[in-house]
């Protein structure tokens, strides 16, 4: 058998690296074509040389639409299959001008930020989607009585309400992560070339502006130095993402057993036993857990290969690009799937009352009760300490020996002849009541949950609207750069079509600072 060293090094070099830029050959076009542009305005390509370029460009975008467009590992990635295909449709003397004024370096680095900005806009609003079923199911379940924990032990009552808004809180955090990695990423890095630049008057706003960037990433070895770094912060917080749907998978996974019994989970989203038929494995809230791990995996491998590496490009940071394409594949499927997930949620309203009512968690009630008669708090704790130490389950006894049992321990250690009555007791062991008493802000109390509801709904549709604005001046300002490539494919005069040009560009600068 012949061995093929050169196949070796090429497929280890590039085979998975072309995976990623199958996802940015539509960003490698829109690159390409802003740039051919700010050329030609500024004197650098010939008008006629353009006009082909760009055929040749929309060539491909239509081919890649159609998934017929191919990345071939003998050009190595997507900017020399490109390069390949317009030499090959336009000849080199114009296809070899497309190269002119950039570098790889500076290419890969817009297309990864613009592909980035068009997943994270995707991400929130795949967490906005989810933050909504949790509030439809905190609506049906507002007056839903159950226990709260800690260390996995009945510490306090609440509502499934009051459980769905934590998780509507967490994943807000999310959202406002997301937005700030946004921020850094929607700068415009095309100009650095291949590490300081080019020694030509290149526009590099003008490209920012055609291609939605707010604005510049300036210090052009910091441009080309930075790669990795980006991507890597976003892993960060996809990775703090995934821990709050692992976290929610967990709870999902407990509340379902047996023993518990709180929720049902959707038949789809559980599988039966090859061997015992009573079985509802929840594999998919398993699956959501162990898939969490891959992402925190993803990150620290970019850390690894990020910690030493010397200002300037090296190859090493072509493995980011990987970790974070594959992460952000991950992370869209688990949210999907999520909110697919807590929809089928059916709630044990009973079973979780019952639980409540067995476990003590208005004890602290009790104590409060004492404490309004004069009672310090530390005697009142120790005091029903001892009753649950006694007789176990408080609100299954009759609350008249419980009474007694209190005026006992209160005429016996206190000294004191204040009472508490029978139903007293009765409502300070009532977990409803407990429940009603917690207006605290932000607490169980329904109408603070009503509350919450309400305020939560108006802050997702502030945030939905935030999100659509900026996708729509990014869409807006794409479309200005498509425009311009039609006028120029379509126009015959180049000087009437550079003064369209100059209005469509003045129009984009005007319009794009969103962030």
């Known amino acids: 058998m012949s061995f093929n060293l050169e196949k070796l090094i090429r497929e280890y070099a590039c085979r998975e690296d072309l995976w990623c830029d199958e996802k940015l050959v539509k960003y490698d076009v829109l690159t390409l074509k802003s740039h051919n542009l700010m050329l030609w305005f500024k004197g650098l390509l010939r008008y006629t040389k353009l006009r082909k370029i760009l055929i040749s460009l929309n060539k491909i975008e239509k081919l890649s639409r159609e998934g017929k467009f191919k990345l071939k590992e003998e050009f190595e990635d997507v900017h020399m299959n490109i390069e390949a295909f317009i030499i090959k449709d336009s000849g080199l003397e114009v296809g070899g001008m497309i190269q002119f004024g950039r570098s790889r370096n500076d290419q890969v680095l817009t297309d990864i930020r613009m592909y980035l900005r068009d997943e994270i806009l995707k991400i929130i609003n795949l967490v906005i989607k989810l933050m909504n079923v949790f509030l439809r199911q ?9 226990p709260a924990y800690t260390h996995l032990q009945p510490a306090q009552p609440s509502t499934f309400a009051h459980w769905c808004l934590s998780y509507v809180d967490t994943l807000f955090r999310s959202i406002n992560r997301l937005n700030e990695v946004l921020k850094r990423v929607n700068l415009n890095p ?6 300081s630049g080019a020694a030509l008057p290149l526009d590099r706003e003008l490209t920012a502006s055609l291609l939605g960037f707010s604005k510049i990433q300036e210090n052009t070895l910091d441009v080309i130095s930075s790669r990795g770094e980006i991507e890597t912060e976003a892993l960060c917080v996809l990775s703090l993402l995934m821990t709050s749907l692992s976290r929610l998978a967990s709870e999902l996974i407990l509340f379902s057993t047996f023993e518990f019994g709180f929720i049902k989970l959707g038949d789809l989203f ?6 015992m038929p009573q079985k509802r494995n929840p594999d998919i ?25 010397p200002s300037g490009y090296s190859r090493d940071m072509q493995e980011t690009k990987l970790s974070l394409f594959k992460a952000l594949e991950i992370v869209e499927s688990t949210l999907k799937i999520t909110s697919e997930l807590m929809k089928t949620v059916q709630v044990n309203k009973e079973r979780m009352l019952k639980v409540t009512e067995q476990s003590n968690v208005t004890s602290t009630e009790l104590i409060n009760l004492l404490v309004s008669r004069g009672v310090s708090f530390r005697q009142a704790y120790l005091l029903v300490k001892e009753l649950i130490r006694k007789h176990g389950n408080l609100a299954s006894m009759k609350s008249e020996k419980l009474v007694e049992e209190v005026s006992l321990q209160l005429g016996k250690r206190l000294k004191t002849k204040r009472m508490v009555s029978s139903n007293e007791i009765r409502e300070a062991l009532n977990p409803k009541t407990s429940v009603e008493l917690r207006k605290v802000t932000g607490g169980p109390a329904p109408e603070e949950v009503r509350r919450m509801i309400e305020h939560r709904k108006k802050e997702i549709s502030v945030e939905k609207k935030k999100t659509n604005e900026i996708e729509i001046k990014i869409r807006n300002n794409l479309e200005t750069l498509n425009k311009l490539v039609n006028l120029v494919i379509e126009g015959k005069n180049e000087e009437k079509v550079k003064a369209r040009v100059q209005a469509l560009i003045a129009r984009s ?7």
Do not use: P, W
Request: aromatic share 8%; glycine share 12%.
């Open 270 to 275: 559980t599988t039966g036993s090859s061997l």
């Open 285 to 309: 809230a398993e699956l959501i857990r162990g898939k969490t791990g891959r992402i925190y995996g993803y990150l620290f491998q970019n850390l690894s290969i990020l910690k030493d590496l």
């Open 190 to 195: 095309l100009g650095a070339a291949a590490v």
């Open 509 to 515: 600068r005007g319009s794009r600072k969103y962030t």
């Open 138 to 146: 905190a609506e049906e379940n507002v007056s839903t009585i159950m």
